[in-house]
């Protein structure tokens, strides 16, 4: 079964998980030993016992056989509930290879005898079982089962039964598109599986939260997870953990590591073949098509899929046949096979309609309007991604996590790109900006909007907050691997706890998604002098939607976003080295803004990026006079939407001017190595965090002047933060809403695979648990009205990138958390041409430039300061976002 990228990341694991392990298992019980075990057995009711021992494992290849003489020597005793008892279980363990019509219908035919209905432990166990195989072919029916199974383990005082119902359940909850309920119900039910040493389930749910981080990409915490459940299943003759080894084969397969993935499926595959189980068969032969086409061999990829769909066909397996049809269709595309892929996709849809899984519906529905859109039948196709997308809606509102929303939501682009091409196509360019801005920095909006409604945080999750923030502590002080990997696990397992408290607290409301706003009033926002510019890359093409407070232009640019994203990766890697390449800065410019030009001449340019785009600096780009920045005033925005929001909220005016904190003593982290603070060749002190497992932290002497140089142009009222002083404690105990502007000179920690880890890295106060991290989780809490927060530090703006959704990083938290505008940083900016940077900006915004213009001035001193060809890693890698066209009142 393959799960969202979503749910699982938010599941609590109430145990530290072990280390990696290097697992060599025994496969279980063949059938030999089986009968051994039945020659030796002294009776049928002992028999009887055994094998529920090993199903309760999962271990239903060695029950089988036991099951199947337990149920002879019932019958022949005249046993008739032993019998039914053996019988029901001999049928779940047949499953493995037998049809699943035929299956079911022996389930059917057992669960309708009287002394079934009759007798409260047969009919859980019969559900149960029923159950256990049904969410391969109908979860609504598989729903039913287990909430019978659950209400009659309820009466009984079956607290294992219930907690494997409430276990599937969730899984099911899942499937309907509730993942707030299915985090609520799978969480319970890995404490109960902990709690009670109910083996088989700690495997199964293990595996199925591996498989979750797998989608999600985070295949090194997922390899974890899967090595966990592998060795837990190494209990005494535990069934065979399938799951797992498929879910670490893939893991490994998302880091390259190609062949011990393969060399991993070639065991599963060989024991299930041993065991004759073509359920996992099947599976485990389209996982191995996957890694096939990860290594480039679409055609063996191609073979292994329909060997792989032959079997699940006959098994009727409709899941996998329709994970299968869908990935195959993609194939067969690529392959050029138009028509296989056509057939392969209406199978994937008639198989995925019989399931009926909600979660799923919004991929039905996209590669419907796919198929319409190949019959050239557009109005048909427009309302059906238009659906896909409003049942994408209803989902996110039931989940409760900003990270997560935007997660989920980028995973799902391939919908609203296509959308958005097939808009294009039709020339329709409000239906183009709709369709883009459903997606696009609509999260940020939302929070922005949820921020003025939450309430106080619960004690629960405030005392989880403090436990993370003093694992982290010992973590940044910590010199021992071995010490460091055990906080590093406590840490996952302090987040996950803290995510599915969050989640908890969720379940009380219904998350709100801010409507986008429209074209029209996106433009009605804009000044004279400003053009919108919202990028697309498509997976071929590349766009700009420009937009005037009086017209609006849908442009297709001249390169594929293959080509785009190869020049920027290039120039960017030059900027960062500090090289120049005025060849690529030229050719960029051309792509990307030079068709915006030609058609609107004003002088403020507001882009909305996308994918890589969202590191690149426009305002570095070369057009035929030189840096864009000496023509035009260059901001960004997330969205849209956000833009508008910004320009059309109700303003409070903070009171004070300016909140300055620098010249932290980190002396409470251990040094950075050599070869982290300073760059080989110019040895600059760089304002960056490379991890923060590693706490490899330096003084920044430049931020002192700098935030000392700001505080006497801004004026009376200004609070300055050093040293001692400027530690996360004393930033979060001074009044941050009386603010108008909030600088911070300090080490960032800017982390891709855990956005809630980015933080602002300050002091620590002695004796306090604080952990000197202010982190995304903690910013989106802050409660600001700030016209500005500069975040003068190293890889502020860069983050989590999800495809369309946009990126999750620290800018954002401070968007989020009430600020208008933010200036951050792309690269790891040098600690004395930033102070310079700083200090002129400052110098603009007192002399009642508006925030953009300032930050252009400022960088243009620079230039005319150093040389007009200046390198731009000095001065291009701090940029702004949100309103910046209103000035700030400032005083010398």
Same mark, same amino acid.
């Given at each position: 079964?393959?799960?969202?990228?979503?749910?699982?990341?938010?599941?609590?694991?109430?145990?530290?998980?072990?280390?990696?392990?290097?697992?060599?298992?025994?496969?279980?019980?063949?059938?030999?030993?089986?009968?051994?075990?039945?020659?030796?057995?002294?009776?049928?009711?002992?028999?009887?016992?055994?094998?529920?021992?090993?199903?309760?494992?999962?271990?239903?290849?060695?029950?089988?056989?036991?099951?199947?003489?337990?149920?002879?020597?019932?019958?022949?005793?005249?046993?008739?509930?032993?019998?039914?008892?053996?019988?029901?279980?001999?049928?779940?363990?047949?499953?493995?290879?037998?049809?699943?019509?035929?299956?079911?219908?022996?389930?059917?035919?057992?669960?309708?005898?009287?002394?079934?209905?009759?007798?409260?432990?047969?009919?859980?166990?019969?559900?149960?079982?029923?159950?256990?195989?049904?969410?391969?072919?109908?979860?609504?029916?598989?729903?039913?089962?287990?909430?019978?199974?659950?209400?009659?383990?309820?009466?009984?005082?079956?607290?294992?039964?219930?907690?494997?119902?409430?276990?599937?359940?969730?899984?099911?909850?899942?499937?309907?598109?509730?993942?707030?309920?299915?985090?609520?119900?799978?969480?319970?039910?890995?404490?109960?599986?902990?709690?009670?040493?109910?083996?088989?389930?700690?495997?199964?749910?293990?595996?199925?939260?591996?498989?979750?981080?797998?989608?999600?990409?985070?295949?090194?915490?997922?390899?974890?997870?899967?090595?966990?459940?592998?060795?837990?299943?190494?209990?005494?003759?535990?069934?065979?953990?399938?799951?797992?080894?498929?879910?670490?084969?893939?893991?490994?397969?998302?880091?390259?590591?190609?062949?011990?993935?393969?060399?991993?499926?070639?065991?599963?595959?060989?024991?299930?073949?041993?065991?004759?189980?073509?359920?996992?068969?099947?599976?485990?032969?389209?996982?191995?098509?996957?890694?096939?086409?990860?290594?480039?061999?679409?055609?063996?990829?191609?073979?292994?899929?329909?060997?792989?769909?032959?079997?699940?066909?006959?098994?009727?397996?409709?899941?996998?046949?329709?994970?299968?049809?869908?990935?195959?269709?993609?194939?067969?595309?690529?392959?050029?096979?138009?028509?296989?892929?056509?057939?392969?996709?209406?199978?994937?849809?008639?198989?995925?309609?019989?399931?009926?899984?909600?979660?799923?519906?919004?991929?039905?529905?996209?590669?419907?309007?796919?198929?319409?859109?190949?019959?050239?039948?557009?109005?048909?196709?427009?309302?059906?991604?238009?659906?896909?997308?409003?049942?994408?809606?209803?989902?996110?509102?039931?989940?409760?996590?900003?990270?997560?929303?935007?997660?989920?939501?980028?995973?799902?682009?391939?919908?609203?790109?296509?959308?958005?091409?097939?808009?294009?196509?039709?020339?329709?360019?409000?239906?183009?900006?709709?369709?883009?801005?459903?997606?696009?920095?609509?999260?940020?909006?939302?929070?922005?909007?949820?921020?003025?409604?939450?309430?106080?945080?619960?004690?629960?999750?405030?005392?989880?907050?403090?436990?993370?923030?003093?694992?982290?502590?010992?973590?940044?002080?910590?010199?021992?691997?071995?010490?460091?990997?055990?906080?590093?696990?406590?840490?996952?397992?302090?987040?996950?706890?803290?995510?599915?408290?969050?989640?908890?607290?969720?379940?009380?409301?219904?998350?709100?998604?801010?409507?986008?706003?429209?074209?029209?009033?996106?433009?009605?926002?804009?000044?004279?002098?400003?053009?919108?510019?919202?990028?697309?890359?498509?997976?071929?093409?590349?766009?700009?939607?420009?937009?005037?407070?009086?017209?609006?232009?849908?442009?297709?640019?001249?390169?594929?976003?293959?080509?785009?994203?190869?020049?920027?990766?290039?120039?960017?890697?030059?900027?960062?080295?500090?090289?120049?390449?005025?060849?690529?800065?030229?050719?960029?410019?051309?792509?990307?803004?030079?068709?915006?030009?030609?058609?609107?001449?004003?002088?403020?340019?507001?882009?909305?990026?996308?994918?890589?785009?969202?590191? @690149?600096?426009?305002? *570095?780009?070369? &057009? =035929? !006079?030189?840096?864009?920045?000496?023509?035009? %005033?260059?901001?960004? /925005? $997330?969205?849209?939407?956000?833009?508008?929001?910004?320009?059309?909220?109700?303003?409070?005016?903070?009171?004070?001017?300016?909140?300055?904190?620098?010249?932290?003593?980190?002396?409470?982290?251990?040094?950075?190595?050599?070869?982290?603070?300073?760059?080989?060749?110019?040895?600059?002190?760089?304002?960056?965090?490379?991890?923060?497992?590693?706490?490899?932290?330096?003084?920044?002497?430049?931020?002192?002047?700098?935030?000392?140089?700001?505080?006497?142009?801004?004026?009376?009222?200004?609070?300055?933060?050093?040293?001692?002083?400027?530690?996360?404690?004393?930033?979060?105990?001074?009044?941050?809403?009386?603010?108008?502007?909030?600088? @911070?000179?300090?080490? *960032?920690?800017? &982390? =891709? !695979?855990?956005?809630?880890?980015?933080?602002? %890295?300050?002091?620590? /106060? $002695?004796?306090?648990?604080?952990?000197?991290?202010?982190?995304?989780?903690?910013?989106?809490?802050?409660?600001?009205?700030?016209?500005?927060?500069?975040?003068?530090?190293?890889?502020?703006?860069?983050?989590?990138?999800?495809?369309?959704?946009?990126?999750?990083?620290?800018?954002?938290?401070?968007?989020?958390?009430?600020?208008?505008?933010?200036?951050?940083?792309?690269?790891?900016?040098?600690?004395?041409?930033?102070?310079?940077?700083?200090?002129?900006?400052?110098?603009?915004?007192?002399?009642?430039?508006?925030?953009?213009?300032?930050?252009?001035?400022?960088?243009?001193?620079?230039?005319?300061?150093?040389?007009?060809?200046?390198?731009?890693?000095?001065? *291009?890698?701090?940029?702004?976002?949100?309103?910046?066209?209103?000035?700030?009142?400032?005083?010398?």
């Amino acid at each position: 079964m393959k799960w969202s990228q979503v749910v699982f990341a938010l599941l609590v694991i109430v145990f530290t998980l072990p280390g990696a392990v290097s697992v060599h298992r025994n496969p279980g019980a063949s059938q030999l030993e089986a009968v051994g075990l039945v020659s030796n057995a002294s009776s049928p009711s002992a028999l009887l016992t055994e094998a529920d021992r090993l199903s309760w494992l999962g271990n239903w290849h060695a029950a089988g056989a036991l099951y199947s003489v337990a149920e002879t020597r019932f019958h022949s005793e005249h046993e008739l509930t032993n019998e039914i008892h053996a019988r029901l279980g001999r049928i779940r363990a047949d499953a493995a290879r037998a049809p699943l019509n035929q299956t079911l219908a022996a389930f059917e035919h057992e669960l309708n005898r009287p002394a079934v209905a009759n007798n409260a432990q047969l009919r859980i166990w019969g559900f149960a079982l029923k159950a256990s195989i049904l969410i391969d072919s109908d979860s609504k029916k598989a729903k039913t089962e287990w909430q019978a199974c659950l209400e009659i383990a309820n009466r009984l005082g079956d607290s294992q039964w219930a907690a494997r119902a409430k276990g599937e359940l969730g899984i099911i909850a899942f499937l309907e598109g509730n993942t707030a309920e299915a985090v609520n119900l799978l969480g319970g039910a890995i404490f109960s599986a902990y709690r009670s040493g109910d083996i088989g389930s700690q495997v199964r749910l293990l595996s199925i939260l591996g498989l979750g981080f797998n989608e999600e990409h985070r295949f090194s915490e997922a390899l974890t997870i899967f090595k966990t459940a592998i060795a837990t299943a190494e209990t005494p003759d535990a069934g065979f953990p399938f799951l797992a080894y498929r879910g670490e084969a893939a893991a490994l397969a998302g880091l390259n590591q190609i062949t011990p993935a393969k060399q991993l499926l070639t065991k599963a595959f060989a024991i299930a073949r041993e065991q004759d189980d073509r359920v996992h068969e099947a599976d485990l032969l389209a996982e191995a098509a996957r890694i096939g086409i990860a290594d480039h061999d679409l055609k063996a990829g191609e073979a292994d899929f329909r060997k792989a769909a032959t079997i699940a066909q006959q098994m009727n397996d409709y899941r996998t046949v329709s994970e299968i049809m869908f990935d195959l269709s993609e194939v067969e595309r690529q392959l050029g096979n138009l028509q296989s892929a056509d057939r392969a996709l209406k199978t994937g849809l008639i198989t995925s309609r019989h399931l009926g899984d909600r979660y799923y519906l919004p991929r039905d529905l996209s590669a419907l309007a796919d198929l319409k859109v190949a019959e050239k039948k557009y109005r048909q196709a427009d309302k059906l991604y238009w659906q896909a997308e409003d049942v994408l809606d209803d989902i996110l509102a039931n989940q409760h996590s900003f990270e997560e929303n935007t997660a989920h939501a980028g995973s799902m682009s391939s919908i609203y790109l296509e959308h958005f091409r097939l808009a294009q196509w039709m020339g329709n360019v409000d239906r183009a900006f709709q369709v883009i801005e459903r997606v696009r920095g609509r999260f940020v909006a939302s929070q922005m909007f949820l921020r003025e409604q939450s309430g106080a945080r619960s004690p629960i999750i405030t005392k989880l907050q403090g436990e993370i923030a003093a694992t982290q502590l010992q973590l940044m002080r910590s010199d021992s691997s071995n010490s460091k990997s055990s906080y590093m696990e406590q840490l996952v397992s302090d987040e996950r706890q803290l995510a599915f408290q969050l989640n908890e607290a969720g379940l009380r409301r219904r998350e709100t998604l801010v409507k986008p706003a429209s074209l029209k009033a996106v433009q009605a926002a804009l000044t004279d002098d400003e053009v919108f510019v919202e990028y697309v890359l498509h997976q071929n093409d590349a766009f700009c939607l420009a937009a005037t407070n009086n017209s609006t232009e849908l442009i297709k640019l001249q390169a594929d976003s293959t080509t785009i994203r190869a020049l920027i990766r290039s120039y960017l890697s030059e900027l960062k080295a500090m090289r120049s390449d005025d060849r690529i800065a030229t050719e960029l410019y051309d792509l990307l803004l030079a068709p915006v030009v030609r058609s609107f001449p004003q002088s403020r340019i507001i882009i909305s990026p996308d994918d890589i785009l969202n590191a @690149l600096p426009f305002e *570095a780009l070369r &057009d =035929e !006079h030189g840096f864009v920045v000496r023509s035009k %005033v260059v901001t960004y /925005t $997330p969205s849209g939407t956000v833009l508008w929001l910004l320009r059309n909220k109700k303003v409070q005016e903070a009171n004070r001017p300016l909140l300055a904190v620098g010249a932290v003593d980190y002396k409470f982290a251990r040094a950075l190595p050599d070869r982290f603070t300073r760059n080989p060749t110019s040895a600059v002190v760089l304002r960056g965090l490379a991890e923060i497992t590693g706490a490899r932290l330096t003084d920044l002497p430049g931020s002192r002047d700098e935030v000392s140089t700001i505080a006497q142009i801004a004026g009376k009222g200004s609070e300055v933060l050093l040293a001692d002083k400027a530690t996360e404690s004393g930033v979060k105990a001074q009044p941050l809403a009386q603010f108008r502007i909030i600088h @911070l000179a300090t080490h *960032a920690a800017a &982390d =891709e !695979h855990y956005p809630d880890r980015s933080a602002l %890295v300050l002091g620590v /106060t $002695p004796h306090s648990s604080d952990d000197g991290l202010l982190q995304v989780r903690e910013i989106m809490g802050l409660r600001l009205t700030a016209d500005l927060v500069t975040l003068s530090a190293c890889d502020t703006n860069l983050g989590t990138d999800e495809q369309e959704a946009g990126v999750v990083n620290l800018e954002q938290a401070f968007l989020i958390a009430g600020a208008r505008a933010v200036v951050a940083s792309l690269w790891n900016v040098e600690d004395n041409s930033t102070t310079v940077l700083m200090k002129s900006f400052y110098t603009h915004l007192a002399e009642h430039e508006d925030k953009a213009l300032a930050l252009a001035h400022a960088k243009r001193d620079m230039l005319d300061r150093y040389g007009g060809q200046f390198h731009p890693y000095y001065w *291009a890698g701090f940029v702004l976002a949100g309103k910046g066209t209103d000035t700030i009142r400032l005083g010398r």
